[in-house]
């Protein structure tokens, strides 16, 4: 069983910002997207941002040029950047490490909570 291990989350004033961070064991983000998905409670997952391994970020468009995805290849590890938060922004952030070449394989954060709130 592979683990990501996220931190980062938690509660943050409207307007204000928060990094979240993962990291991926081994090598297992070689070759693959790594990224971030949110979940509201009772509604599937979606996607926040994406970077492949080659460094091409894609962003949903609620981001709105709010939130910043970045990785270190060196290291296996992920940020997202999120500024001016919205309180529609809360949610349950997931990292994910994708990778579409054989062996292909999806994996998951534990998830972590971001609440913005006054």
């Known amino acids: 069983q592979v683990h990501l291990v996220e931190s980062g989350g938690g509660l943050v004033q409207p307007g204000g910002s928060l990094t979240l961070f993962c990291a991926a064991p081994?090598?297992?983000?070689?070759?693959?997207?790594m990224g971030w998905y949110r979940q509201f409670p009772g509604q599937e997952r979606e996607l926040v941002a994406s970077?492949?391994?080659?460094?091409?970020?894609r962003y949903a468009d609620f981001v709105e040029g709010r939130f910043t995805i970045s990785r270190d290849n060196a290291k296996n590890t992920v940020e997202l950047q999120m500024n001016t938060l919205k309180p529609e922004d809360t949610a349950v952030y997931y990292c994910y490490v994708h990778r579409f070449v054989t062996p292909t394989y999806k994996y998951w954060g534990q998830g972590t909570q971001v609440t913005v709130s006054s």
């Open positions: 970077v492949t391994s080659g460094g091409i970020t």
């Open positions: 081994g090598g297992i983000a070689r070759s693959a997207t």
